[in-house]
């Protein structure tokens, strides 16, 4: 594609900054034409790209029907298992839930308030009482 030159550069001298006169019509066309330039070569190199998988695929050998069963098979077994899934994960978690009911009822109940502090005291006097006698 021949190049259109769209800006003109008049030198500078003493005293006068160079100037640059752009043609502004040129100018968003040549952009335009760039950019469209650059899509045809994007789009060449897709349509490329589609032609030589196409191409690909039909040298490629068919496949043989036994893969294909088998793999339709391994297909069935993947969602089945994920068909199952959910309800063993709910039934994992109720006997989860039921085993943990069962071991809060065997805990043994909690000492009221009085009784606590009793015990309390009562394990700091012996602690106090033991440590005397060792340090005498």
Do not use: F
């Amino acid at each position: 594609m021949a190049k259109h030159e769209v800006t003109t550069i008049l030198p500078a001298d003493r005293g006068i900054p160079a100037l640059l006169i752009r043609d502004h019509d040129g100018w968003a066309a040549q952009v335009a034409a760039e950019r469209r330039e650059r899509l045809d070569d994007q789009v060449k190199a897709a349509v490329a790209d589609i032609e030589r998988g196409n191409e690909e695929r039909r040298r490629a050998p068919p496949t043989p029907l036994a893969e294909l069963a088998s793999g339709m098979r391994a297909n069935a077994a993947l969602a089945a298992e994920a068909r199952e899934a959910l309800p063993r994960v709910v039934r994992e978690l109720a006997q989860t839930e039921a085993l943990v009911a069962g071991l809060a009822a065997t805990e043994p109940p909690q000492p009221d308030a009085a009784r606590a502090a009793w015990q309390q005291a009562n394990e700091y006097s012996h602690d106090l009482s033991a440590w005397l006698a060792a340090h005498r």
